[in-house]
């Protein structure tokens, strides 16, 4: 067992910091909500540090305090990335010696989801935190088809461009739809093409990566997820795909 607590000003004093929003105004009495929910949470002493009203009748709280919680690092469940992370440079070689072709990428938001902040933060060229999309790398071809793509269109579309990837993103949530949308696109797959199928990435803020198999999906990326981290995955998985 290996085990930790918060760190605040000593190791181990398991000091945290927690901000959250009360429907009350602001006042003595939100304050002393605050400390009260700060110390039905576990936190013991709990300090309320700052509180600032943000509209009629809501305040918004930083609480500071020491928790008694511990965490077994043992017990700690994750996708660990079993690959390298790859410059451009390297992606495009990898490619062109595995393929002898593009290595082509579908990509949208499936559903009614309009949000496609997400997926073009991956495969538009300006890209996301300081990294080039999709679009920027040589031996990738990607075609992105936007918002509320339907799933029918997408398996036809992926199938149309031969695609070796499809990467699609869910920002709505509401009754869990992301995933309900994403296991009727795997399953949509899976019907029309088998064990040919390509490879099948989902990403969203609100998708756990340990969901992959739940999903019926290859891969799952959460908030956060670089181009890179995309690309370095897709030639990973091809790989893998041509030696299986």
Known sequence: MTVVRPYGDTTGDGMVQLSFTLPVPHGPRADGAAQQLANRMGMDPA?????????????????????????DLDEVRVVEREYPLLPPS??????????????????????????????????????????????????????????????PDLVKRARAEKADAVLVSQVVTQRDAHI???????????????????????????????????LGVDRVFG?????????????HAVKERRAA
């Open 47 to 71: 300090m309320v540090v700052h509180s600032h009203p943000i509209g009629d009748g809501f305040t918004f709280f930083v609480v500071y305090g020491s928790v008694s919680h511990v965490v």
């Open 90 to 151: 390297e992606v495009n070689a990898t490619v062109k010696k595995l393929l002898h072709r593009k290595l082509i990428v579908v990509g949208g938001c499936i559903g009614t989801d309009a949000h496609t902040v997400g997926i073009d933060a991956i495969l538009n060229i300006k890209g996301f935190a300081g990294e080039k999309g999709l679009e920027y790398y040589r031996e990738l071809r990607v075609i992105n088809l936007g918002a509320q793509v339907s799933v």
């Open 180 to 214: 309900l949308n994403t296991q009727e696109m795997s399953a949509a797959f899976r019907e029309a093409m088998g064990d040919r199928r390509p490879l099948l990435v989902a990403g969203g803020p609100r998708f756990d990566p340990l969901m992959a198999g739940e």
């Open 223 to 235: 908030r956060g997820t670089t181009p890179g981290e995309v690309a370095s995955y897709l030639v």
